[in-house]
């Protein structure tokens, strides 16, 4: 008791806060970088939510996408150097990306007949994928490690030039938002147009009331099974992606788990958004900052009272930091936070006798 | 075409907008509809009248494509025209306004008008400017403009209704389906949309109006076909038939519509309830300091539009919900937040609204449903072993006083029809000697067999001295069977009327408005 008396809690509570806004100003970019994959993954959620279909195979979906994208891109770059284009784009990472948007797809297809045809419960579809996915990614990667192919690379960030990017605040605008690879720009483009299509467009509109009131949307000539089929197939093209980022962007090789778990807070991070893009991505750069503080207390520690605190706390729970915040987030935003009334409700057509 | 048949009708030299010719569906067990025959004429509402389960909601589902017919044809304008889709349906001009509503409660008003023929800016966002006219233009076809962005969950039921409506006029709808439009209506709500649809009528809109509410088809329909056990048994036009008749022909033999419920005597205060409140389950007050009195041999009705407070109400005096405040009395001892066997044991029947939820446990064969309440007791239950043969006979007994249809005992409740289960709950609750009824909604989607059968039973009890309260969102059995009628409105007893000398359209305007001068309100109380 008598140590806590003697640390000057509220000192070091304003020194936090000030790490914290260094960390958020100066590794802006990072925390974006950080939280693509996570947002890509809210917003496959988002497609098979909003439709009506529970997706909690995201993590799943992500980790086959990147192994599949990672190998195939090795597999066509054959070890032969190839010389980059812009933003690091060569020929067999283009294949690689491509390569992972099918095994989105086509793991997500798996979903969609489990849970839409079948009727199957989708929580157990979605927990086959995770099962499923570890497991035989994990023992290709086992297979493939005792022949090793060297990898195809991955993309790079957008260059600011320097004349533009030393201008105040319009600079650091652009590096932070600019300043990334081709899957994270892309994610960025996606959250805009995503979050308009949903309130302004035909598209939008139809499946917001698929995922709220199916029968109604079917009496008014809507046919819900195809739109959610489409809905949860393109969500796969969105774990695709974020599946690639891993290993095509991020960094160029592939190891078992390596997704550790941005599926399950892509989850989370749908819910604290309330089911929108522009929420979701919001919610996402929350678990991006947690990613980017635990990173930077490790390689730029703070000074004075604060760094003698956090070097005396274990480097595992800096690590954990994204995880933490999302139980405090799910433990004050769900219950308020309101999911589609259909979600997860599989829809049978023909009307019966009654 | 039966044009002789309808000859003094105005809507007689009108061609056929639509002829469905020996429809068939027949499901696993059941034939829905047997070589069904239906003209509607241009500009006519067209009555389909029939008990529950008589077919009509499968002809109109074969009519809107959402069940596909075993045999049979449909002809739209002397056209063969074939219907496997909603889509199909509404581009023919055929919109349906369904029994329960078909609303997205989470969109609004506009969004829910649009959704499926929605206007488009350009190939990808919608125009909702122009939408928004249209609605505005259809909203005055009601006399009143509605706010296209308002939510759909904030309007009262009449209201969405009419949101419904609206729907159907968007399309440019031909041939109008009506499945019981009215039930969850007031009369003055009633009476706006019975307006509304003869002005459609009057442009050339064919409608077809499905109702159980003999009055209504009488008043509004130019013709009535008449269906039960999935076959046509007959056709009438309303200035030659009356309620009497086409309840015999519904129901095949003789019924009496309003039980004749002779004079009551009432005795001594059974039930006091003395400032009761109570609180839903988000910890709001919905029932606020009610006092009434329920005397032996009366029945008491409290009448009201659902969601007034009355599910919270019939849950604290039936031991579901404790109360907030204030007290309950039953012939002088205090049962404020007494438990469901306490009150029981006390003699106390409840039948409740929803009897999939509460009033049985589906799974179980009759046998187990006819002493869920007195199962423990002896004789049906000795020690920890119960008496199956007991209960047996017990069960036989409910089945036969309360003619309850089914091939054995033995069978799963859900196999029974609506009313049967219904009649197994009552014959349960009503078994032996009572102090006090508690009846929330005892005849929700019953057909007219039915209704009578425990109308007959409510009035058996009273004159056997007990004390009934009857709960009921229907107006016109709360009007036939109370002997004084309170008007339940936001959580309060505004009225108390006489039950023999109240009118329909009194009551009805009590519970619309609570009382208070000025239209009804567009937003339902209490919503977001």
């Known amino acids: ?354 | 075409m039966v044009v002789s048949e309808a000859a003094s009708s105005p809507a007689a030299s009108k061609p056929a907008a639509l002829e469905m010719r020996g429809v068939t569906k027949r499901f696993p067990g059941v034939v829905a509809n047997d070589h069904i025959d239906l003209d509607v004429r241009r500009g006519e509402i067209h009555a389909l009248l029939g008990e529950n389960g008589a077919g009509k909601t499968t002809l109109m589902n074969i009519l809107y494509g959402l069940v596909t017919p075993d045999e049979g044809e449909i002809l739209l304008g002397g056209k063969p025209v074939t219907i496997a889709s909603p889509a199909d349906a509404i581009s023919q001009g055929i919109s349906m306004v369904h029994q329960h509503f078909m609303l997205v409660p989470v969109l609004t008003v506009a969004e829910n008008i649009l959704l499926g023929e929605e206007p488009m800016a350009n190939p990808v966002l919608m125009d909702r400017k122009a939408a928004h006219t249209r609605i505005r233009e259809l909203g005055r076809f009601f006399g009143t403009e509605i706010d296209p962005d308002l939510r759909v969950a904030s309007l009262s039921v009449g209201w969405q209704q009419r949101v419904e409506i609206l729907k159907a006029l968007y399309r440019n709808a031909d041939i109008l389906v009506l499945d019981e439009p009215t039930a969850v209506l007031t009369p003055q709500e009633t009476k706006e949309i019975f307006a509304v649809l003869r002005r459609l009528t009057a442009e050339g809109t064919s409608i077809i109006f499905i109702s159980h509410k003999l009055y209504e088809v009488l008043e509004i329909a130019d013709r009535i076909t008449v269906i039960r056990r999935g076959k046509v048994v007959g056709s009438r036009i309303p200035s030659e038939t009356d309620e009497d008749d086409l309840a015999e022909l519904m129901v095949g033999r003789e019924v009496e519509l309003t039980v004749d419920r002779g004079e009551s005597h009432p005795a001594d205060v059974t039930l006091a309830v003395a400032g009761l409140t109570v609180s839903d389950d988000r910890g709001h007050e919905v029932v606020h300091g009610l006092d009434f009195e329920v005397r032996a041999g009366e029945v008491f009705g409290i009448a009201g539009v659902a969601g007034n407070g009355q599910d919270e109400l019939v849950e604290a005096l039936a031991g579901l919900r404790r109360p907030a405040g204030g007290t309950v009395e039953l012939s002088g001892r205090t049962i404020t937040g007494a438990s469901p066997r306490r009150l029981h044991n006390l003699r106390v029947g409840f039948v409740p609204a929803d009897r999939h939820r509460y009033g049985l446990v589906l799974v179980f064969p009759l046998t187990d449903n006819s002493v869920l309440t007195s199962y423990y007791r002896a004789p049906y239950s000795r020690g920890l072993v119960r008496d199956a043969d007991a209960i047996g006979r017990h069960a036989e007994q409910v089945i036969k006083d309360f003619d309850v249809r089914t091939p054995s005992p033995l069978v799963h409740a859900s196999t029974l029809s609506g009313g049967n289960q219904q009649k197994l709950i009552v014959g349960r609750e009503f078994f032996g000697d009572l102090r006090l009824l508690v009846l929330d909604q005892p005849t929700r989607g019953l057909d007219v067999g039915s209704i009578e059968f425990i109308h007959r039973q409510v009035i058996a009890k009273r004159d056997a001295g007990t004390a009934v309260l009857l709960i009921s969102a229907e107006l016109d059995e709360v009007l036939e069977l109370s002997d004084r009628t309170a008007v339940m409105y936001r959580g309060r007893l505004v009225a108390v009327v006489d039950g023999r000398s109240a009118t329909r359209e009194e009551v009805g305007l009590l519970m619309a408005t609570g009382g208070r001068e000025g239209p009804p309100p567009i937003i339902a109380e209490g919503a977001a």
């Open chain 1, 1 to 354: 008791m008598d140590f806590i008396l003697h640390v000057p809690v509220i000192g070091l509570l304003l020194q936090f806060i000030g790490y914290l806004v260094g960390v958020m100003t100066t590794n802006g970019s990072l925390i974006i970088t950080l939280s693509t994959p996570i947002a890509l993954g809210a917003l496959c959620g988002f497609m098979n939510e909003r439709s009506g279909v529970v997706n909690i195979g995201i993590e799943g979906m992500m980790l086959f996408a990147a192994f599949v994208g990672w190998y195939v891109a090795a597999l066509v770059n054959g070890g032969a150097p190839t010389s980059p284009g812009p933003l690091g784009i060569t020929f067999p990472l283009l294949v690689g990306l491509l390569a992972a948007i099918v095994a989105g797809v086509a793991v997500s297809a798996l979903h969609a007949w489990l849970s839409i045809t079948v009727r199957a419960n989708q929580i157990i579809s979605g927990t086959i994928i995770n099962i499923e996915a570890l497991a035989i990614t994990g023992y290709l990667n086992l297979l493939i490690s005792q022949n090793p192919i060297p990898s195809a690379g991955n993309f790079q960030s957008f260059h600011v030039p320097q004349g533009v990017a030393s201008v105040p605040v319009l600079g650091w605008l652009l590096t932070t938002f600019l300043g990334h690879g081709p899957i994270t720009l892309t994610m960025l483009v996606l959250v805009i147009v995503l979050q308009i299509l949903l309130f302004r467009s035909r598209w939008g509109l139809r499946t917001r009331a698929a995922g709220e009131h199916p029968r109604a949307a079917e009496t008014l000539g809507i046919d819900v099974i195809r739109l959610r089929y489409r809905n949860v197939l393109l969500g796969g093209v969105l774990a695709g992606l974020a599946g690639a980022w891993f290993t095509l962007e991020y960094i160029g090789t592939f190891q078992g788990g390596m997704t550790n778990g941005r599926g399950f807070i892509a989850l989370a991070a749908l819910i604290f958004g309330r089911w929108t893009p522009i929420g979701a991505f919001g919610a996402a750069l929350v678990f991006g900052i947690a990613d980017a503080l635990g990173q930077a207390v490790s390689f730029n520690p703070p000074s004075g009272d604060l760094g003698a605190v956090l070097s005396g706390v274990p480097e595992q729970v800096f690590s954990a930091l994204p995880y933490l915040v999302t139980i405090i987030v799910l433990a004050g935003v769900v219950g308020r936070s309101i999911p589609p009334a259909a979600d997860g409700q599989p829809y049978e057509r023909e009307a019966k006798a009654t």
